[in-house]
RNA sequence: GGUCCCGUAGCUCAGUUGGAUAGAGCAACAGCCUUCUAAGCUGUGGGUCGCGCGUUCGAGUCGCGCCGGGAUCACCA
C-alpha cells in the first residue's frame, strides 16, 4: 500500500526536517478531494506542532521532502493546509497489472482455521418467511462470505425453533378443525400450511377471550383462562414428557413447515454448514439451569419456577425455567451456546438476529458470566433493524406481513416485464429467460436490502415496487453485462488478450485512472466490511465501482476505433472491473448474468 | 418511568479513525442512440445534517442537555 509508504516517509521527514519522532497514528492520509488534483492528501494540522510552522510552510517543506524521497510520487500542490500528493501514473499502471494477474485479487490469503460461527436464519416452524426473514437471511449469508473473504472458518448453523408454545398453537388448531388436511391435499407449501393454522388459532383464541370479557373476566384473567390457550398448555406438557401422540403430530407438521424452507431458502440462495434444533437441546438448558441453582447463582420461587436476578448488573429478575417445568426461550439458548463453544471452540459467536432482542443476548451473556463462563465475550448479537412498512412494523398475526414466496414472485414478475418492455428477449431460449428473470428479481431484491446499514431500520413500501434503475441491483447486473459483451463482441476471451498486453505505451486518461484507483480500494473495502460485519461497505462499493465504469464506457471506446495496444489495455480494464463487480456481488449472494 | 437505537434534499439511503464548498439514487425539468447493450450517460433545481451548548485550528461525525420517532423491560419467541 502506497499509504504506508507515505506515512514511513512523513516520519522520516519529520526527523529530518524538524528533528521529531512522530507517531504513525496521527499522521491522516486521505483520497484527495476531486475538485483538486491528486490521489492523496495529508493533513497537516495535526504536525504543526511538531513543525512548529504555519500549515503553508509546514506543507511545502514535506511536499518537498516526499517528492525527492518517494520515487512514486509526481508532483505535490498544497492548498490551505492540505498537501495534496499526486501519484506517478506507473505506480498505477504497475499495481494495475499485479492485481489484474492475481486471481484471488481483493482476498485475504492468509487463512485462519479457527472457527467463527454466524447463526443466522433461526426461524420458528409455525409460519411461513417473511420480508424481515429475508433481511435476516440475506444478512447471514453474506456476512459469512465476507469472512470468508477475510480468511476467516466461517460456519453457518441454523437454529430451527422447533419446539414451544407457538408450535403448539398451530399443532392443536390442526388437530381441532384441520380435518385431516395436508400440504398434498391443501396443494400448499407445508410452511403455509403450518401458518394457516397458526392464525387460525389466534382468531379463535380471541373470539374466546372476547366471549370470557363479556361474561364478565377481566382482560388478563381471560387470556390466562381461555380453554385454547390451556389446551395448548397441557400440548406443550405433553410433548416435554414425549407423548407419543403428540410427538407424532409434531413431527409430521414440522416435516411440513421444514420443507417449505427448504424451497425457500433455495430459491433465495442461501444455505447452511449445519442445523441445529431447539427440540434437540433444550433438555441442556435445563440441566445448566441446575448447575446455577447449585451454585446459588439462580433461585427458586415458591411455585417452582426457577429465576435470576440481574438487578445488580442493571437489568431485572429474569424468568429461566416457568413453574410446570417447561423451557422458555433463553433456556435453550443457554444450552445451545454452552454446546456450540464445546463443540467448535470458535473464536466468535455471531447471532444474527433483530434488534428487539438486544435485552434478551444482554440477559444471556449475563447469565453464562454468572455460570462462570468466561467465553461469554465471545458471544456477538448482530442486532439487525426491522423491516418496516408505510404504516409500522409488520405483524404476523395481523396479517401485514410481506410473505417471503409471495415477494421474490413480485421481483421476478418485476424483472420479467421489465425486461419484455426493453425488448431484451431476443436469442434467449426460455429457460435461459426463466434464469435471467431470478437473477435480476433476486439482484434487486437482495441489493435494496443489502445497501442499507444492518443497525439500521428500513422502509418498505410494496405499493411501489423495487426501483430497477439507478442505485440498484439491475444497475449492476447490467454493467457486468455490458462488460461480457464487450468480450462477446472482440470475439476473444479475456485470457488472451493479457498475452499480449503491452502497458509500455499506455497513458491513462482520467477516467481510467479512476476506476483503477476504486479497485485499488477494494482489498480495504473487504477488510471494513469483515471488521464491521455489513454488507452495505461491499453493496456501496460495488455501486461506486459500476456507476465509474458506465461513465468511462460512455465516452471511450474500448476496442473499436482505437489502435491495438489501448484496446489491450482497455479490454483487460474491463475485465478487471468486471472480475470486481462480481466477486462483490458475490459477496452478497448476487448473481450477474453473461447478458441482460 | 429505566435501558438501548435512530433523526442528513419532497422520498429512499451514503458519508472512513473528526478535515477542504455535505454526496448518490428516485421523483421533476432539459439534453444524448449511423460507433462496443439507452436497465446507460450529461446537465439544472432541491439542505438551518432535529434543536441548543460544549471540546477542537476544524464537528454531520466526539461529549452533555432537550425535542421527535422506534425497540425493549412477559410463566412470548
Not at 499509504?3 to 497514528?25: A, S, V
Not at 441453582?293 to 442493571?314: A, I, M, P
Not at 473487504?526 to 465509474?548: F, T
Not at 461513465?551 to 474500448?558: A, E, G, L, M, V
Request: include cysteine.
Amino acid at each position: 500500500m502506497i499509504e504506508d509508504r507515505i506515512t514511513q516517509i512523513t516520519i522520516e521527514g519529520f526527523k529530518n526536517l524538524y528533528n521529531h519522532d512522530i507517531n504513525p497514528g496521527i499522521i491522516q492520509i486521505g483520497k484527495t478531494n476531486p475538485e483538486f488534483r491528486g490521489d492523496f492528501t495529508v493533513v497537516v494540522f495535526p504536525l504543526l506542532r511538531f513543525s512548529k510552522k504555519s500549515p503553508q510552510i509546514t506543507a511545502e517543506e514535506l511536499g518537498n521532502y516526499l517528492l525527492s524521497n518517494l520515487t512514486e510520487l509526481e508532483s505535490f500542490e498544497v492548498i490551505k493546509g492540505f498537501l495534496n500528493l499526486l501519484i506517478k501514473d506507473k505506480y498505477w499502471i504497475d499495481f494495475f497489472m499485479t492485481g489484474v494477474n492475481d486471481i484471488e485479487f481483493g482476498i485475504q490469503k492468509i487463512k485462519d482455521t479457527t472457527p467463527v460461527i454466524v447463526e443466522y436464519s433461526s426461524p420458528n416452524t409455525n409460519k411461513p418467511l417473511h420480508l424481515g426473514h429475508i433481511r435476516n437471511n440475506l444478512l447471514g449469508y453474506s456476512i459469512a462470505e465476507i469472512l470468508k473473504a477475510n480468511g476467516k472458518n466461517a460456519i453457518k448453523i441454523n437454529l430451527i425453533n422447533d419446539r414451544g408454545i407457538h408450535i403448539c398453537k398451530s399443532m392443536l388448531a390442526w388437530m381441532k378443525w384441520g380435518g385431516g388436511e395436508t400440504p398434498v391435499s391443501a396443494d400448499m407449501k407445508g410452511d403455509h400450511l403450518v401458518g394457516k393454522y397458526y392464525v387460525l388459532f389466534d382468531q379463535k383464541l380471541k373470539e374466546e377471550i372476547t366471549g370470557l370479557v363479556e361474561k364478565g373476566y377481566s382482560k388478563e384473567d381471560a387470556s390466562n383462562q381461555a380453554p385454547l390457550m390451556k389446551e395448548a398448555q397441557e400440548l406443550l406438557q405433553k410433548w416435554e414428557n414425549d407423548d407419543n401422540e403428540v410427538r407424532k403430530i409434531w413431527h409430521l407438521m414440522n416435516g411440513w413447515a421444514l420443507e417449505g424452507f427448504d424451497r425457500t431458502y433455495k430459491r433465495l440462495g442461501v444455505d447452511f454448514n449445519k442445523f441445529d434444533y431447539e427440540s434437540d437441546l433444550y433438555l441442556l438448558g435445563k440441566k445448566l439451569i441446575n448447575e446455577g441453582l447449585n451454585k446459588g447463582v439462580f433461585f427458586k420461587k415458591d411455585d417452582g419456577s426457577v429465576w435470576v436476578d440481574l438487578t445488580g448488573d442493571g437489568l431485572d429478575e429474569k424468568l429461566l425455567l416457568r413453574g410446570d417445568g417447561t423451557s422458555v426461550y433463553i433456556t435453550q439458548d443457554i444450552g445451545t451456546a454452552e454446546t456450540r463453544y464445546n463443540d467448535h471452540k470458535p473464536a466468535k459467536m455471531i447471532y444474527i438476529v433483530g434488534n428487539e432482542q438486544i435485552y434478551h443476548f444482554d440477559v444471556l451473556k449475563k447469565i453464562l458470566k454468572k455460570l462462570g463462563r468466561v467465553w461469554y465475550e465471545i458471544i456477538f448479537h448482530l442486532s439487525y433493524g426491522m423491516v418496516e412498512l408505510p404504516q409500522g412494523r409488520m405483524k404476523s398475526r395481523e396479517g401485514t406481513v410481506v410473505d417471503a414466496d409471495d415477494m421474490m414472485d413480485e421481483m421476478f414478475l418485476t424483472a420479467k416485464k421489465t425486461t419484455e418492455e426493453l425488448g431484451k428477449i431476443e436469442n434467449f431460449t426460455s429457460g435461459e429467460l426463466e434464469e435471467l428473470y431470478a437473477i435480476i428479481g433476486l439482484g434487486a431484491l437482495k441489493y435494496y436490502i443489502l445497501k442499507v446499514d444492518p443497525k439500521k431500520n428500513m422502509l418498505f413500501n410494496p405499493e411501489e415496487s423495487i426501483d430497477f434503475n439507478g442505485n440498484t441491483g439491475p444497475f449492476i447486473l447490467y454493467t457486468y453485462a455490458r462488460i461480457r459483451s464487450i468480450f462477446r463482441k472482440a470475439g476473444q476471451e479475456p485470457e488472451d488478450f493479457l498475452k499480449i498486453l503491452d502497458l509500455n505505451k499506455i497513458s491513462l486518461l482520467e477516467s481510467e485512472k479512476e476506476i483503477i484507483k476504486i479497485i485499488y480500494q477494494y482489498p480495504q473495502v473487504v477488510k471494513n466490511a469483515g471488521e464491521s460485519l455489513s454488507p452495505a461497505l461491499i453493496a456501496n462499493y460495488c455501486y461506486e465501482l459500476s456507476k465509474s465504469f458506465n461513465h468511462y464506457y460512455q465516452d471511450t471506446p474500448i476496442f473499436k476505433r482505437v489502435d491495438g495496444d489501448t484496446a489491450n489495455f482497455r479490454l483487460i480494464l474491463s475485465w478487471f472491473t468486471g472480475r470486481i463487480i462480481k466477486h462483490s456481488a458475490g459477496l452478497l449472494g448476487i448473481q450477474v448474468p453473461e447478458r441482460m
